[in-house]
């Protein structure tokens, strides 16, 4: 139940379009959804963060679309650039509880030019 | 402003020796503090975490043991490295007050053990 289930593993885009990665949980305590971004050799950065009382935040080109009901929430990354290859993890923390996040394993994000 | 060091970058130890890998955080007081281990290519495993000094917890069993000697110290050790410990270990930090669920890791140490 302590698990962030991510997918896809990795994904290959084309310079412009839209990358989906998908994340879905089970504990419904689970109350702080952050996405992180880690380019080789470099540790995590925070990319953007939300709270369930909305379904969706939007900073620049980076949409988290979050679905309380079925457990799921999403980053979307509009008009993909080959800077944004890298590494993207999903966490989830119940902020009432332990204080872990728990990630999800991971999608690499290559972006073609 | 916060900021998370760690070192050393990078690190190639043989089979068998100590461990010692430090991560200081500056700019805030009594944060919570976290080691992960990350292997080539996966996701990130929770090894220790503290919510204050000499307060350690361990996620997983192994030979790897931490100390926080000092509010803002976080210290990964071992006695005898085995090949399996090889991996990038990132140290982080959270606010323990009201901004407590974000956290900020550090630059990363490299460990390759031959």
């Known amino acids: 139940q302590q698990q962030v289930k991510q997918s896809p593993q990795s994904l290959i885009v084309q310079k412009g379009g839209i990358s989906i990665i998908n994340c879905a949980y089970e504990?419904?305590?689970?109350?702080?959804f952050p996405w992180y971004q880690q380019f080789p050799g470099k540790g995590p950065a925070l990319l953007i963060a939300?709270?369930?009382?909305?379904s969706e935040k939007k900073e620049g080109r980076f949409t988290i679309s979050f679905n309380k009901s079925a457990k799921q929430f999403s980053l979307h990354i509009m008009d993909s650039q080959p800077g944004d290859s890298a590494t993207y993890f999903c966490?989830?923390?119940?902020?009432?509880?332990?204080?872990?996040?728990?990630f999800g394993k991971g999608t690499k994000l290559t972006v073609n030019p | 402003s916060q900021t998370i060091h760690q070192w050393p970058a990078t690190l190639v130890q043989p089979v068998g020796s100590p461990l010692s890998l430090e991560c200081t955080v500056e700019?805030?007081?009594?944060?919570?503090l976290y080691w992960y281990r990350q292997a080539a290519g996966r996701g990130l495993q929770l090894l220790f975490y503290?919510?204050?000094?000499?307060?350690i917890s361990s996620e997983v069993p192994q030979n790897l043991s931490a100390s926080r000697p000092q509010d803002r110290q976080f210290i990964l050790s071992s006695k005898k490295l085995l090949l399996s410990d090889s991996g990038f270990y990132l140290c982080?930090?959270?606010?323990?007050?009201?901004?407590?669920?974000?956290?900020?890791f550090g630059p990363g140490t490299r460990l390759t053990v031959l």
């Open positions: 700019g805030t007081s009594n944060p919570n």
């Open positions: 939300i709270r369930p009382d909305v």
């Open positions: 982080a930090w959270s606010d323990s007050g009201g901004a407590k669920d974000t956290q900020y």
């Open positions: 503290s919510v204050g000094i000499g307060q």
């Open positions: 966490a989830a923390k119940n902020e009432g509880g332990s204080e872990k996040l728990v």
């Open positions: 504990n419904t305590a689970f109350d702080y």
